[in-house]
């Protein structure tokens, strides 16, 4: 073999930009939005589309909207949204009939439920620990204590004043901290290997998964009160609540089932082999690692219950929508349902949109480091 | 060859005795007639083809799998439906994996020290300690805080036995530790098992390393169809290997 033939180069190549066409704003606009005929056209009637609904909803909601005045007549002169309902209104939606010189105990409540969340979920504030326990023990009793009253000189506060978005807050938040750990039990007890356990927990799923969550609570406040012995009678509130954090434990059992066939058998395997009984098994090595593949899932169905709890209406409970609902039909403000759930769709989007992005970092922040094989 | 020539087991003190067990999957006789008593100190690696019931054996030893006739008696504890009696045995018999099943969600240490500290109510500190002991002894102290999917599967492997390591079982149990790994990486497994053999633990290997099997086990277990066939110290097992099944495995997996 003769070298004349042979090439070698002996000097690294130097690194070359990249072509003007493939990185920055143009390379951005070629490759996502103008890289074929039919990716152009889409484009354009997209923009096109925008240009039709865009500029109307923003004169309707912005420009030609009255936000001054204290009645429907401020509003006759502008063609756009009568927001004056909204602001009229406000309290209303947020308090429902709750007595206005009492709605500082739902505040205080609220951000005593702040205090100790913000440490569970943010990774940077300290004291996990402790603030789990407060939310667990401590928190649940003073916020019985807050809303409902009748102790320490706080005036009664009947359920049935509660209403508007705190009355929102209060069924969908116990409805999630109630609904977690049961679904969890019932997903475990599914997969027992104990017959009647497991026997018991397939049929309280099915048969809460099987009816609507509208039944649950029509069943909750019209024919359990039949069943029950003269006398003897529960709020209708905690009924509701009984039946919406049973009815949406059955639905994560499910998710949480999924989870937990998606950890190898031999992670169960490992585990006993070190002696870890079952419980720690469960708590130590396969839930942390179900619950994690799960959280989708999990939010999803936290969701779906947070914008099902407006069914409590037709037990005669107002949530946020209720009270909207109920608003727009007053004599004053007929003709205003637009703004008002709108108004109604944008507070539900808000925390609905909050508890997806939390998600999403929350998966980020548990998936770092940990590349699956 | 000098330690191939080990025939008499290293003591007299039977640790796990097996008499006469049987196993079925529904109508499957997986495990016939399994009689096997293991000596402290005692090194066996148990051989055969795929199907033939070897891991599902080492496997009733910790009651992963369930035996239904027969004994099975581990320090002197029978394994029975007691849930305490097979946690007792379990914390006495570490276990390593074919897929390593180390815990993904945890880093190396505290897949080391999970169990020291859960299972044998061990002080954190002690735990830590002993855990950076092992990772030593396999070394890969310097591994401790990634998480082991960051790892090669080699380096896995040899996680895995330390974490089995600081619970300091009297017997540990491989279940083809190697097969699941690249030619390149079987090596530094081997190495850790031999050093482990060579500090006297009682040990059950599951594998087809037969250079492995000639180096440190004292006696070498061929099973077939659920049937253990033949067992020999390592020298007559491959040179003399009496029974037709026997000599037929070992032309296949040696002849190549």
Same mark, same amino acid.
């Given at each position: 073999m003769s070298d004349a033939t042979a090439t070698v180069r002996t000097e690294r190549h130097?690194?070359?930009?990249?072509?003007?066409?493939?990185?920055?704003?143009?390379?951005?606009?070629? /490759?996502?939005?103008? !890289?074929?005929?039919?990716?152009? $056209?889409?484009?354009? &009637? %997209?923009?096109? #589309?925008l240009w039709l609904i865009v500029p109307p909803l923003l004169d309707w909601a912005v420009f030609s909207a009255t936000i001054t005045g204290e009645d429907r007549t401020a509003c006759e002169p502008n063609p756009g949204a009568c927001w004056v309902f909204i602001k009229v209104q406000f309290w209303q939606f947020i308090y429902g009939f709750y007595p206005p010189d009492q709605t500082w105990r739902v505040n205080l409540t609220f951000l005593l439920f702040v205090a100790g969340v913000a440490p569970v979920l943010i990774e940077r504030i300290p004291g996990k620990k402790w603030a789990l326990f407060y939310l667990l023990f401590a928190f649940p009793v003073i916020a019985y204590v807050l809303f409902v009253g009748g102790v320490f000189g706080l005036p009664l506060v009947e359920t049935a004043l509660w209403g508007g978005?705190?009355? /929102?807050?209060?069924? !969908?938040?116990?409805?999630?901290? $109630?609904?977690?750990? &049961? %679904?969890?039990? #019932?997903?475990?007890?599914?997969?027992?290997?104990?017959?009647?356990?497991?026997?018991?927990?397939?049929?309280?799923?099915?048969?809460?998964?099987?009816?609507?969550?509208?039944?649950?609570?029509?069943?909750?406040?019209?024919?359990?009160?039949?069943?029950?012995?003269?006398?003897?009678?529960?709020?209708?509130?905690?009924?509701?609540?009984?039946?919406?954090?049973?009815?949406?434990?059955?639905?994560?059992?499910?998710?949480?089932?999924?989870?937990?066939?998606?950890?190898?058998?031999g992670q169960y395997e490992a585990a006993a082999a070190l002696g870890l009984s079952y419980w720690k098994t469960m708590g130590l090595i396969v839930l942390p690692q179900a619950l994690k593949i799960v959280i989708p899932g999990i939010v999803n169905t936290f969701i779906g219950l947070f914008k099902d709890t407006t069914l409590v209406a037709i037990i005669g409970l107002f949530d946020l929508l209720g009270r909207v609902?109920?608003?727009?039909?007053?004599?004053?403000?007929?003709?205003?349902?637009t703004e008002g759930y709108v108004f109604a769709g944008a507070v539900f989007w808000v925390f609905c949109f909050g508890m997806s992005r939390y998600s999403i970092r929350l998966e980020r922040k548990l998936g770092a480091g940990q590349r699956r094989r | 060859m000098a330690q191939a020539q080990v025939?008499?087991?290293?003591?007299?003190?039977?640790?796990?005795?097996?008499?006469?067990?049987h196993k079925w999957y529904g109508q499957f006789h997986v495990l016939k007639d399994i009689?096997?008593?293991?000596?402290?100190?005692?090194?066996?690696?148990?051989?055969?083809?795929?199907?033939?019931?070897?891991?599902?054996?080492?496997?009733?030893?910790?009651?992963?799998?369930?035996?239904?006739?027969?004994?099975?008696?581990?320090?002197?504890?029978?394994?029975?439906?007691?849930?305490?009696?097979?946690?007792?045995?379990?914390?006495?018999?570490?276990?390593?994996?074919?897929?390593?099943?180390?815990?993904?969600?945890?880093?190396?240490?505290?897949?080391?020290?999970?169990?020291?500290?859960?299972?044998?109510?061990?002080?954190?500190?002690e735990a830590e300690a002993t855990a950076m002991r092992y990772l030593e002894r396999v070394r890969i102290p310097e591994q401790a805080h990634k998480f082991p999917g960051q790892l090669s599967g080699g380096q896995?492997?040899?996680?895995?036995?330390?974490?089995?390591?600081?619970?300091?079982?009297?017997?540990?149990?491989?279940?083809?530790?190697?097969?699941?790994?690249?030619?390149?990486?079987?090596?530094?497994?081997?190495?850790?098992?031999?050093?482990?053999?060579?500090?006297?633990?009682?040990?059950?290997?599951?594998?087809?390393?037969?250079?492995f099997a000639r180096r440190v086990a004292h006696r070498v277990i061929f099973m077939d169809g659920g049937e253990i066939i033949e067992q020999n110290d390592p020298e007559n097992f491959f040179t003399h290997p009496k029974s037709d099944r026997t000599k037929l495995f070992l032309s296949q997996i040696l002849g190549h």
């Open positions: 130097p690194d070359l930009p990249p072509p003007a066409t493939t990185v920055g704003v143009l390379g951005w606009l070629r /490759t996502n939005l103008f !890289s074929s005929w039919l990716n152009t $056209a889409l484009t354009l &009637l %997209g923009l096109y #589309l978005l705190s009355l /929102t807050l209060v069924v !969908s938040i116990i409805g999630i901290v $109630a609904s977690l750990p &049961l %679904g969890i039990l #019932l997903a475990l007890g599914r997969r027992s290997k104990m017959p009647i356990l497991r026997m018991l927990s397939v049929v309280f799923i099915e048969a809460w998964r099987g009816v609507p969550l509208i039944s649950v609570l029509f069943m909750a406040s019209v024919m359990l009160p039949l069943f029950l012995p003269e006398g003897v009678n529960f709020d209708k509130l905690l009924r509701a609540l009984i039946g919406v954090a049973l009815f949406s434990a059955a639905y994560m059992a499910e998710v949480v089932r999924g989870g937990l066939q998606a950890v190898p058998r609902h109920t608003a727009t039909t007053n004599a004053a403000w007929l003709g205003m349902s | 025939v008499k087991a290293p003591s007299d003190d039977v640790v796990i005795q097996i008499v006469g067990m009689n096997l008593s293991v000596y402290r100190g005692e090194r066996i690696v148990v051989c055969g083809p795929s199907g033939s019931g070897k891991s599902t054996m080492i496997r009733c030893v910790n009651r992963l799998e369930e035996h239904q006739r027969g004994q099975i008696i581990v320090e002197g504890t029978e394994l029975t439906g007691d849930v305490r009696q097979i946690d007792a045995i379990r914390r006495e018999v570490g276990m390593v994996f074919q897929q390593f099943n180390l815990f993904p969600h945890l880093t190396v240490m505290q897949n080391l020290t999970l169990a020291p500290m859960w299972v044998r109510k061990m002080p954190r500190a896995q492997q040899r996680v895995a036995i330390a974490r089995s390591l600081c619970m300091n079982p009297k017997i540990m149990l491989f279940d083809e530790p190697t097969s699941a790994l690249d030619p390149e990486m079987i090596k530094e497994v081997l190495d850790v098992m031999v050093e482990l053999a060579e500090s006297g633990m009682t040990m059950i290997c599951v594998t087809h390393e037969m250079a």
